[in-house]
């Protein structure tokens, strides 16, 4: 079993839609957690931490439930720069390393 | 914030050479760095956590002796690979970790190296 699990998609949504991504996570030890994103044949740049008391940032929402291991990014009124390949990223115990879901990719059109 | 560098952004080599990759943290000292390795359609997969002054720690089924990795400064870290293979071929990416504390460190990402073995 994958350490990080994600639906790859594609999710084609209109502009100005909410589309919700969601993850799992295997290793209940993890201790932070993020969500990055990625354009095409680019470097990974971080979107935003998660936190189980949930947090916002403008259009994203994130969302942490270490209970059911399992992390979500609301996006609401989806712009068309919007379209990228968004990857949940978790960090286990003294590791500081990132381990990387494959990513869901998101296609936002006119 | 802060700025991580990588040289070349992409090489072409013919298979059996070697091939080195630079990366640069530009405006802060990163006692740890980190290679990643993307194939295609994949997730980035760490290869090797660069420690400056110490061995690099690699992954399971990471060559050590393909896969050279010298930290010898707190701004530098080289990933050597060598003898490539067509199957090498891939978009290596490193990340440079702030110290800050544990609870604090970020890491910031380098634009990648998209090689090509020929």
């Known amino acids: 079993r994958k350490e990080v699990e994600q639906d790859p998609g594609p999710f084609n949504v209109p502009e100005g839609a909410t589309v919700a991504f969601n993850c799992t996570y295997s290793n209940s030890a993890s201790q932070s957690f993020f969500w990055y994103r990625q354009d095409c044949r680019k470097e990974p740049k971080l979107l935003m931490s998660?936190?189980?008391s949930g947090n916002e940032d403008g259009r994203f929402t994130a969302q942490l439930n270490r209970a059911s291991q399992y992390i979500s990014l609301l996006i609401r009124d989806s712009k068309l720069s919007d379209s990228a390949t968004y990857l949940c990223v978790v960090t286990g115990t003294g590791r500081r390393a990132l381990t990387f879901g494959s990513g869901t990719r998101l296609q936002v059109q006119p | 914030g802060a700025v991580v560098s990588q040289h070349p952004s992409w090489v072409i080599c013919k298979s059996g050479t070697s091939v080195k990759i630079e990366c640069r943290s530009l405006d802060f000292q990163a006692t740890t760095m980190f290679w990643y390795r993307q194939f295609p359609k994949q997730s980035l997969m760490l290869m090797a956590t660069s420690n400056e002054g110490s061995k690099a720690t690699y992954e399971q089924g990471v060559e050590k002796d393909k896969f050279l990795i010298n930290h010898a400064s707190l701004t530098l870290s080289t990933l050597t690979v060598t003898s490539a293979h067509p199957e090498d071929s891939s978009f290596y990416i490193c990340?440079?970790?702030?110290?800050?504390?544990?609870?604090?460190?970020?890491?910031?990402f380098g634009p990648g190296t998209r090689l090509t073995v020929l």
């Open positions: 998660v936190y189980s």
């Open positions: 990340s440079a970790l702030t110290s800050g504390g544990a609870s604090t460190d970020t890491q910031y």
